[in-house]
């Protein structure tokens, strides 16, 4: 309880400091009015669409009264769009949440197999392949795989039409046909990273005194691997897939671009250049509460796996 | 053992995915499904991919960016509307009269005009959209024209405005205030014009949906359904082109169409910008005319057309496009021959001999201005001048450049938001808000007021030319040129045409 209540400090810490440096930034590169007006209006109608905005008042004033909206629930209006940024989020999130899910999935799915594959069978010409597989793939950036993949399944192969996005509501089916690529985008690079982990994860576990103990008891290496090592070599695993998730989300700022998705990794960036400051405020929290949550859930299940780290 | 079979098959299917690149040919390339091009062609509609966001307000009166402008041009009309030639022709009005002292305008209104939402167009409506325009439009030229309007009032069904100043100009600004219902409160929204095309819907940062009007008053679309959609990332724009998901994309440049596939063909046309190296005439050295002449010499635009679009563009010699028949002044172009000697004596006789250093700026998220940009500052290197390019996010150079006048040099594209020359000019007057070079001429802006109080036409024309030359003589900026433009549009899709001011019409689009 004690655990969880300083952790929730420490989220709402975060948020509150985050906030603030997010609005502080914003104060540095100006307000949107120009932009909104164009370059043919007057400095009369500048000046009355700042007051209207309410950007007259100095930057303290402005973050407070954003402040008490957010935390009364209301997370106020896009400066640009005049529509609430709730509704500009909600269906937007969805869709990247989807995306990130999806992506971690597929990391999963195929990351802990390869990861056990090559610890199993060390020194082996398919174990080396991998591993200089893997060393490649990793130095790859994942916008970069994202062009690949579009233009070799959607140019060339017409697997998908990239820049034909269709929502969820619209047909469950295309809509994951078309988030296949993108997940698996985001999934490769950190594929290889967790596989090449969890091999020498295993590998380390494998030279420590209890497996030669369990070898003594009359396990082979086989076995030895499955019923002592894997388990604690996941420890280390765990939090890294807990940051992985974090890492996802972030990721799918560029490849939404990319894709063209609706997300709100591209409403993010769009909203950014064009200072929508109350857009952006709000996708920041929930970037940082997403954050600290996977973290979090990643400590709870590290937990659950050993018993030695409950406190 | 199980286990061992399964984590292979898993390891294998990975690596199958990772190298599938490599192979390619492992599945003939089977019949796309659906890019939906043909479906779209079925159902006589098209995808058009536009590279922002249209305003935030749809109204007609509040069309703040270029983008949306040329968008909405299918939505809206005004009593007169220009034609592809940039002739004016009656739209919403068939015909108008001018009194002989050039004050008073009647127009004749078209009868059973009818809006988007069913409502008849009245002279009711018309006065509404004048007021409206004149006291909320967000484009402060043409309110200050209509302010020149003390009088607008409806005789016998027909529109009779009073003008306090006659303005020759003025019919060009009536092709520009647009007319919406006057009980219609939701146009920032749904808006509601007499257009080609009615409004159906829109979906903030992702797609706009225009339909056939199918009680146009003129000749009617062809097309029955326009999807606008919005592609932030260029790179995101030119493969949705690629792999068919829109049909249509305009303002390409020469190396994002060369690369298009047989689905497409490419037409060519001018962006209507004014594109140049923009100079602060009020920092040193550049308020030194030498100084400026210097690097109208030292700045060769040939090579530089010839570098960042393969010789594709119109060349310049003043703040007028060559669209602009009437005043575009050809002997202008070559004002200032490339000649290096001459520029560097120049700049020795004001003082600079071994040169200065110059910062230009160039907006970021307008990659022709940047290559513009680096080629330029390689040219002035030549004769001594230090010119370094910093790239200015667009909303800092609306902010510190336009605002601000905090500049020495800034690579950009003015455009016309009216048929008129004084959209082009009016910002070089002394007390202009635009005046963002701050050049001041007592002769220039001589020439601009005579203009705007003359009515004959010829001496009007021979005026505004003479303003045109003083931003030659006087080397204000770098001229430079008006961009090529170029439109990749499916091969099976004829009958668009480009317009001297920035618009896209898609009402004659057909399959």
């Known amino acids: ?311 | 053992m199980k286990k061992r079979s399964l984590a292979l098959i898993l390891a294998a299917v990975m690596l199958l995915t990772l190298t599938a690149c490599g192979g390619g040919g492992n599945k003939p390339t089977s019949p796309a499904p659906s890019t939906g091009a043909d479906a779209r062609k079925a159902a006589n509609e098209i995808n058009v991919g536009i590279a922002q966001d249209l305003s935030s307000s749809l109204s007609p009166y509040q069309l703040a960016t270029a983008g949306t402008r040329e968008v909405m041009f299918n939505v809206f009309e005004g009593l007169y509307k220009a034609d592809a030639t940039g002739d004016f022709k009656p739209a919403l009005a068939t015909g108008y009269t001018v009194s002989d002292d050039g004050l008073t305008y009647t127009f004749t209104l078209r009868e059973g005009v009818k809006f988007h939402n069913g409502a008849v167009m009245t002279a009711q409506d018309v006065i509404y959209s004048y007021r409206t325009c004149a006291s909320d439009s967000v484009d402060s030229s043409i309110k200050k024209i209509l302010e020149n309007v003390t009088d607008i009032k409806e005789d016998a069904g027909k529109v009779v405005m009073t003008l306090a100043q006659p303005n020759s100009d003025f019919l060009a600004y009536v092709g520009s205030v647009y007319i919406s219902p006057a009980a219609y409160t939701d146009q920032d929204t749904k808006p509601v014009g007499t257009g080609p095309f009615s409004f159906v819907s829109r979906t903030v940062q992702d797609n706009v949906v225009l339909s056939r009007f199918e009680d146009y008053w003129g000749e009617k679309a062809k097309l029955s359904r326009i999807t606008f959609k919005i592609f932030e990332n260029a790179t995101a724009l030119v493969t949705a082109l690629d792999a068919g998901a829109v049909d249509m994309v305009a303002h390409m440049s020469i190396s994002q169409v060369k690369g298009l596939s047989k689905d497409y063909q490419v037409l060519e046309g001018s962006m209507n910008l004014v594109q140049a190296l923009y100079l602060n005439n009020n920092v040193k050295p550049l308020n030194d005319i030498r100084v400026r002449r210097a690097l109208c010499y030292a700045v060769d635009v040939d090579k530089m057309l010839e570098l960042t679009a393969e010789g594709h563009g119109h060349k310049l010699g003043t703040s007028i496009y060559p669209a602009f028949k009437k005043y575009f002044d050809e002997s202008l172009v070559n004002a200032y021959p490339h000649d290096e000697a001459k520029a560097r004596e120049l700049l020795a006789e004001a003082g600079y001999p071994n040169g200065f250093d110059l910062t230009i700026l160039a907006p970021s998220n307008y990659t022709p201005h940047v290559d513009t940009a680096m080629v330029i500052a390689e040219q002035l290197k030549a004769v001594g001048i230090n010119a370094t390019v910093q790239e200015i996010e667009w909303n800092s150079w609306l902010t510190d450049v336009y605002q601000g006048r905090k500049f020495e040099a800034t690579v950009c594209g003015f455009d016309a938001s009216t048929l008129t020359a004084n959209a082009l000019l009016g910002r070089y007057e002394s007390t202009s808000a635009k005046n963002m070079c701050s050049y001041q001429s007592a002769q220039f802006d001589a020439f601009l007021q005579q203009a705007s109080s003359i009515t004959d036409d010829a001496k009007r024309t021979e005026l505004y030319k003479a303003a045109a030359k003083c931003l030659s003589d006087d080397a204000v900026n770098v001229y430079l040129q008006d961009l090529a433009d170029f439109v990749a549009i499916r091969s099976t899709l004829k009958g668009y045409e480009f317009y001297p001011i920035y618009v896209m019409d898609l009402s004659r689009v057909t399959y």
């Open chain 1, 1 to 311: 309880m004690n655990f969880v209540l300083k952790k929730l400090g420490t989220l709402l810490l975060t948020l509150l400091i985050l906030s603030f440096v997010a609005y502080a930034a914003f104060e540095m590169v100006g307000d949107p009015v120009n932009m909104i007006l164009g370059t043919n209006a007057s400095a009369e109608d500048v000046a009355a669409l700042r007051e209207s905005l309410g950007l007259n008042h100095p930057l303290l004033v402005r973050y407070l009264r954003w402040l008490t909206g957010f935390l009364s629930g209301d997370l106020g209006n896009s400066y640009i769009y005049r529509i609430p940024v709730s509704g500009m989020i909600g269906e937007k999130l969805g869709v990247t949440v989807i995306l990130t899910l999806m992506g971690f999935a597929l990391t999963l799915l195929f990351s802990v197999p390869l990861g056990i594959y090559g610890a199993r069978r060390e020194g082996s010409w398919a174990d080396r392949l991998l591993t200089v597989v893997n060393q490649i793939v990793m130095a790859v950036p994942a916008f970069f795989v994202a062009i690949l993949l579009m233009v070799l399944f959607g140019v060339v192969l017409r697997l998908f039409t990239p820049g034909s996005f269709v929502s969820f509501a619209e047909s469950p089916g295309a809509f994951l046909l078309y988030m296949i690529f993108p997940a698996l985008s985001i999934a490769v690079p950190r594929t290889a990273m967790t596989a090449k982990m969890l091999r020498s994860s295993i590998l380390g576990e494998m030279q420590q005194d209890y497996i030669r103990t369990a070898y003594s008891r009359g396990h082979n290496r086989q076995s030895a691997l499955k019923t002592h090592a894997f388990r604690n070599a996941l420890l280390p695993i765990i939090s890294f897939m807990a940051s992985t998730m974090a890492e996802m989300l972030a990721g799918c700022i560029v490849i939404e671009q990319i894709f063209s998705i609706p997300g709100i990794g591209r409403l993010l960036m769009v909203s950014i250049s064009n200072r929508d400051i109350p857009v952006v405020e709000a996708i920041v929290m929930i970037l940082a509460v997403w954050v600290m949550v996977v973290h979090f859930i990643g400590e709870v299940v590290g937990e659950m796996l050993d018993p030695r780290m409950r406190a």
